[in-house]
């Protein structure tokens, strides 16, 4: 049994994929016996913790956000993580973890290192650093570049989300262990037919203003689609229709905003194809395991995959088609999605996806966690 402090900068007040999948991790672990907790380093707000967060994880920091809108100026997301790291020190020494399990979301801040080397210690990598760091530019990005070798030489292992991650890391001379995201929860067994007579199409993604690399998605590609398809409907959820302004946006592509929960399992009902992200060739990556990948295929959706998938089963599997990682690749075949769609018009997805499930994923990575505390190297 293992005492796991999972360490994030991740914001834990709104509901989102990566917090459902977090959470999603400490359950599993907790049903595998290991005593888990997320604390997730945020300024503080008043309000309540997003679904779920509560009974999992808790939040340390020393700023409000209150503080954050009043002085923008001043940066003080970054003053609040280095501000918190002695109150971090002092709730890991009173939880006495066997093992931190850092999820990057940022760039380095002084104390970070420090902490992780006090601890065995594993930091889970969920992006090509080198293309992301490029989108961000200006200082920020090569501020990143600079600091963020003194952070991965401070763990004693690495968990990347992809193979072309893994070897872009293995100048670190750390373990490594590649283990993508899994499905956030169980198969769903009450997704029925559509009963729809032409596919009706479905993208989730991130707002532009939320999201710096969010051109990556690829949704400007979706407007040729519609526009070839005139009698689907395409659903957009995650973003707005002004967040595209000077596009050509046909009128059977809707845009939804943000949706979560029971709306957005409202809107998959709804809908017999999924979209994953189209364009990963503009951030300069070739492979990814995307979460909206995962949820649809949860919600038992078949799906268009416009990168190579790190979980070498969907890359192959009749309920997905992938269509290359171009800038061409939804134009090149208009003929070959058509096909798939009318394909799979009105089905759902009922292979096994036993391979997808949290417990066969989280048992990989408990594995790995167990190979670095028994190395003692700390």
Not at 130 to 137: D, I
Not at 231 to 241: D, I, L, Q, R, W
Request: proline share 6%; with cysteine.
């Amino acid at each position: 049994m293992m005492r796991i402090a999972y360490l994030t900068e991740w914001p834990p007040y709104a509901e989102s994929g990566v917090l459902r999948k977090m959470i999603g991790q400490i359950a599993t672990w907790r049903e595998q016996g290991h005593e888990a907790e997320i604390f997730a380093l945020s300024p503080l707000r008043d309000t309540p913790t997003a679904p779920g967060f509560a009974e999992h994880g808790r939040v340390v920091g020393t700023f409000t956000q209150d503080q954050m809108e009043r002085y923008r100026f001043a940066r003080l997301g970054f003053v609040n993580k280095v501000a918190s790291v002695p109150k971090l020190c002092r709730a890991f020494r009173e939880y006495r973890p066997d093992l931190i399990y850092y999820r990057q979301n940022g760039t380095w801040y002084p104390g970070l290192p420090g902490l992780l080397k006090s601890w065995p210690s594993i930091a889970e990598i969920n992006t090509f650093e080198g293309a992301e760091t490029e989108l961000w530019g200006g200082l920020i990005g090569r501020f990143h570049d600079v600091t963020r070798a003194r952070l991965l030489r401070a763990v004693d292992g690495l968990v990347c989300m992809t193979n072309e991650i893994a070897d872009h890391e293995r100048v670190w001379n750390r373990p490594i262990a590649v283990i993508g995201n899994s499905l956030w929860g169980d198969p769903r067994e009450d997704m029925a037919p559509t009963g729809n007579k032409v596919p009706v199409f479905v993208f989730t993604g991130s707002p532009m203003t939320l999201d710096h690399s969010a051109n990556w998605h690829g949704v400007d590609k979706i407007f040729p689609l519609a526009a070839a398809m005139p009698e689907s409907t395409f659903h957009v959820a995650g973003m707005k229709a002004e967040e595209f302004a000077g596009f050509d946006i046909p009128p059977n592509v809707v845009f939804h905003g943000f949706l979560n929960g029971e709306a957005l399992t409202a809107l998959y009902r709804q809908c017999d194809i999924g979209i994953a992200s189209l364009a990963a060739h503009r951030k300069k990556i070739e492979e990814g395991c995307s979460l909206k990948v995962r949820d649809y295929l949860m919600h038992r959706l078949p799906l268009i995959l416009g990168y190579r998938e790190s979980q070498s089963e969907l890359n192959s599997a009749d309920y997905v088609l992938p269509i290359g990682n171009t800038p061409d690749n939804v134009t090149s075949n208009l003929d070959r999605i058509a096909a798939f769609a009318r394909e799979w018009t009105g089905r759902r997805v009922t292979a096994d996806l036993g391979f997808l499930t949290r417990e066969t994923i989280e048992r990989h990575r408990l594995d790995f966690m167990q190979r670095i505390v028994a190395s003692g190297t700390k």
